[in-house]
């Protein structure tokens, strides 16, 4: 389905707005009653990124397990997207469980999608197995295997669709591993290099398309080097329409 999460607008723009708590009783309704697979997705994916950004690490598990009955593969994207963000204090035991999970999932059975998947990240599956488990090893300390996994992410052809996500996500990672060395002129350097494309459209639909993490680590950095008005640009557009960045806003105050 090419459809927003429409069912979950309403509570996505009552968190966009700065109402968490009502936003997640609203998404924590509708996820039970949700008429369809689609419906019950998009409401339990915005669910989990409005309790992870309320601390509520409990909540958003239960959410993303939700979206694993509909949709395993996205599910798992999400999560690892969530724990592989920089400031959050996730335990090693989840960060490695869910590497491992990672690396065992299905990305050549995509071809047969779950009824109801929303189908945003069809065609980025693998680069985005060798992306999200980079920033979790870079995360763990583990900067040789996030280097190896950057260059994974180039060598792997993705769709016209997609074009220069591949790269986009390689910078990503190699931006990651220089704000882990305090190096942050290259940060600034690698993301100056991103280019967006034709999928940029779907970006409130995905954090990994939106570049939310990409975008804050941009912030961040040229905040360390004393550009506090280009910071807060950048800092300042996260959360104004995807609530997929609601973590970054909320829950490290714009630390990707």
């Known amino acids: 389905s090419a459809a927003p999460p429409v069912v979950a607008a309403a509570a996505a723009n009552m968190a966009l707005a700065g109402d968490l708590a009502h936003a997640g009783a609203a998404l924590e309704r509708l996820t039970r009653s949700a008429a369809t697979d689609a419906a019950r997705l998009s409401a339990a994916l915005v669910g989990a990124h409005v309790a992870f950004a309320r601390r509520h690490l409990d909540e958003s598990q239960n959410h993303l397990a939700v979206a694993a009955l509909v949709d395993p593969l996205l599910a798992l994207e999400h999560r690892a997207w969530l724990y592989s963000l920089r400031a959050t204090d996730i335990s090693t035991d989840l960060v490695e469980q869910t590497r491992t999970d990672l690396a065992a999932a299905p990305i050549g059975d995509r071809d047969r999608m779950p009824e ?4 945003f990240h069809d065609g980025l599956h693998a680069h985005l197995q060798s992306y999200l488990d980079a920033l979790l090893a870079v995360k763990q300390g583990d900067l040789e295997t996030a280097r190896s996994r950057a260059e994974r992410c180039t060598e792997i052809r993705e769709p016209a669709s997609f074009a220069n996500m591949a790269e986009n996500m390689a910078r990503g990672v190699r931006a990651r591993l220089a704000f882990a060395e305090n190096d942050a002129e ?3 350097a690698e993301l100056a290099g991103i280019e967006l494309g034709p999928w940029i459209h779907l970006g409130e ?11 804050a680590l941009r912030g961040n950095s040229l905040d360390m080097l004393g550009r506090t008005a280009e910071a807060a640009g950048w800092l300042g ?10 973590a970054l806003r909320h829950r490290e105050g714009g630390g990707g």
């Open 186 to 188: 290259r940060v600034i």
């Open 205 to 215: 639909r995905s954090p990994v398309l939106a570049l939310s993490a990409e975008r």
């Open 237 to 246: 557009s996260l959360a104004e329409r995807s609530p997929f960045d609601l």
């Open 116 to 119: 109801g998947s929303l189908v």
